[in-house]
């Protein structure tokens, strides 16, 4: 494996590194809920895509307790 020849300085290698960061997810609000969602996605509130249903969501129940 080739090895450096000279030691490179602290400015190149932050140079390099400064495309390493975290990107915020991007969101926007479903057209039937209005709730926040990824794009391109299924609703996972509502179940919609496009306009159309395309899963069926089961609704959740409380458990009780005995």
């Given amino acids: 494996m080739p090895l450096p020849?000279?030691?490179h300085s602290?400015?190149?290698?932050?140079k390099r590194?400064?495309?390493w960061k975290l990107k915020s997810p991007v969101f926007v609000a479903c057209?039937?809920?209005?709730?926040l969602k990824l794009p391109h996605h299924v609703c996972s509130f509502?179940?919609?895509?496009n306009g159309k249903q395309v899963i069926q969501i089961k609704e959740k129940?409380?458990?009780?307790k005995r």
């Fill in 17 to 19: 590194r400064t495309h």
């Fill in 10 to 14: 602290k400015t190149r290698g932050r």
């Fill in 31 to 35: 057209s039937q809920c209005k709730q």
């Fill in 5 to 7: 020849k000279r030691r």
């Fill in 46 to 49: 509502c179940g919609y895509y």
């Fill in 61 to 64: 129940t409380k458990k009780t």
